[in-house]
């Protein structure tokens, strides 16, 4: 009974980040901070955008704030109404926090960081448990690939708002003496094997991501000054500030608005009819198609 606890308590947790890896806070949300039209929509579109599923791609993925989350946003900046805390769950930019108490701010502060433990520390069991290549960061046998990107989604998404709310509330000299460094995803050996034969490498951050602590290792006292970011930012030559190292994320960009693509396991297909299709069958789903099912897909 101790052993099925503690396994539910660890589902619960990992059911958390996986929430928390979309749109940050968006699930402690309560009702009544929907009471606001302007609010309402804009928490509704943006985090509908940003849990929309990853395509199969050597490419960046598409950025959630789209024209449509920019339109939204501007009517609530235009409202008297609007619920700057609420907001600021999913959406802990600069913008947004200006309008947001002090008090507010530091309470998202707490709750942002409590979140960041949690991650760290599933991400922490995950890495002991598996032999992940720190170099490549590709996946490898007996790596559990899934637990880890989704942390690490958690992770990186948390940190970068509890960063914005740091600087904030003037509390930036915080990093100069402790500053967790961001985590790299486990990439699939044939989305590595495409980035290769397109001309690409590994990702900038792999390279201060091997030389700097591990997250938990930070957050348990292992020296991690921003000084230290740096000077391995500089060894990388990448930026600290615009890769989100030592700071906030870069001014928002917006997307251009595109409906969203039908999908049959992260490849994108341009019918949904024949997406439908596909998927019943089985197809990209790493299963052999039966001679029946071809003939059904043939007509």
Request: hydrophobic share 40%; net charge positive.
């Amino acid at each position: 009974m101790e052993r099925k606890r503690l396994r539910v308590i660890r589902e619960q947790v990992k059911r958390s980040l996986t929430l928390a890896s979309k749109s940050r806070l968006a699930s402690r949300l309560k009702s009544d901070q929907f009471r606001d039209t302007n609010t309402a929509c804009f928490i509704a579109y943006y985090v509908a955008r940003c849990n929309l599923r990853s395509v199969f791609t050597n490419q960046s993925q598409a950025r959630p704030f789209d024209e449509i989350c920019d339109m939204l946003l501007k009517r609530c900046h235009s409202s008297e109404s609007t619920d700057w805390t609420a907001i600021a769950h999913v959406l802990p930019d600069a913008d947004v926090l200006k309008n947001v108490s002090a008090e507010d701010r530091g309470r998202l502060l707490g709750d942002y960081f409590a979140v960041m433990q949690s991650a760290a520390e599933l991400l922490r069991e995950v890495w002991d448990q598996s032999n992940i290549s720190r170099e490549t960061m590709v996946v490898r046998r007996g790596n559990d690939s899934t637990t880890w990107n989704v942390t690490a989604g958690a992770w990186n998404k948390i940190r970068s708002g509890w960063f914005s709310l740091l600087f904030s509330l003037g509390l930036d000299e915080w990093i100069e003496s402790m500053c967790p460094g961001k985590v790299l995803r486990l990439m699939a050996a044939d989305v590595a094997a495409w980035h290769r034969a397109s001309g690409g490498d590994l990702h900038a951050d792999t390279g201060p991501w091997c030389d700097l602590p591990l997250p938990w290792e930070v957050l348990r006292g292992q020296p991690c000054p921003k000084s230290r970011v740096l000077e391995i930012c500089r060894k990388w030559r990448v930026d600290p500030v615009k890769s989100g190292w030592v700071a906030p994320p870069p001014d928002r960009k917006v997307a251009r608005y595109s409906p969203t693509p039908e999908l049959v396991h992260g490849v994108e297909v341009s019918s949904p009819q024949l997406a439908a299709l596909l998927r019943s069958l089985g197809v990209f789903s790493g299963t052999s198609i039966s001679v029946t099912m071809k003939d059904e897909m043939l007509g």
